[in-house]
């Protein structure tokens, strides 16, 4: 099957600070890349819809200021959580979907966030 | 997307099928019923999908009711490494929205 790449694996901030995290498809071009996060012992909750060359699409309460998208290539997206605070601390998972066929969802190995 | 319906949780044991129930009573005609499954603390799994006929590949079958208003997920040998949450979600096959319910937390014991 399709592989999704994250970078990184997890990653420890200070409050107040800004972090990045990367999302690849490896061998196929993905246009539309979803953003995810799931706290323990909670299901995944979709928080954007990313599109190559385009502005995300956000879900209701999730703030587009504070979680930056960018997709700026077939194969790349970017969630960059501004202003860290220690309630951003969760599992974010991102996925990339076929465009054909049968438009089923790979997903990363998503990044541990962890804010003090 | 439809709502769908999952047992919390189920024990199987080792080597024996199991068999994950998920009633979907809302479906639309245009919609798939996906499996997934997320081991802990990595990213979902891909399982398996299908419309309105049973399903099989190398890690499971997918057998739906003539209604389609509900299906079942069969490992056919259940494995330690089986242990997850299993995810049943309906969705349009071209929207690529898709969200994820509670699901079944499978436990295979030995």
């Known amino acids: 099957g399709a592989v999704v790449s994250q970078h990184p694996s997890w990653v420890i901030c200070k409050s107040g600070t800004s972090v990045k995290i990367e999302c690849r498809s490896l061998?196929?071009?993905?246009?539309?890349m979803f953003w995810y996060r799931q706290f323990p012992k909670q299901s995944l909750m979709l928080m954007a819809t990313?599109?190559?060359?385009?502005?995300?699409?956000?879900e209701q309460g999730v703030e587009k200021d504070k979680f930056l998208i960018n997709h700026a290539s077939l194969t790349l997206s970017t969630l960059t959580v501004t202003s860290a605070h220690p309630e951003d601390s969760s599992f974010y998972i991102c996925?990339?979907?076929?465009?054909?066929?049968?438009?089923?969802?790979?997903f990363g190995p998503g990044t541990r966030l962890t804010v003090t | 997307d439809a709502k769908t319906t999952q047992p919390t949780s189920m024990d199987c044991a080792e080597g024996r099928a199991a068999n994950l129930p998920c009633n979907h009573s809302t479906i639309s005609g245009n919609e798939y019923v996906y499996w997934y499954r997320q081991i802990h603390s990595q990213g979902p799994q891909y399982i398996i999908h299908?419309?309105?006929n049973n399903e099989t590949n190398e890690m499971a079958s997918l057998i739906i009711t003539e209604d389609r208003k509900s299906s079942t997920l069969i490992l056919p040998h259940a494995t330690l490494r089986d242990t997850a949450v299993y995810y049943c979600?309906?969705?349009?096959?071209?929207?690529?929205?898709?969200?994820f319910g509670a699901g079944t937390r499978l436990t295979v014991k030995p």
């Open positions: 996925s990339a979907s076929l465009t054909s066929g049968t438009y089923e969802q790979y």
């Open positions: 990313s599109n190559e060359g385009s502005k995300a699409t956000y």
């Open positions: 979600i309906v969705r349009v096959a071209n929207n690529n929205d898709m969200r």
């Open positions: 061998d196929f071009q993905a246009t539309t």
């Open positions: 299908g419309l309105k």
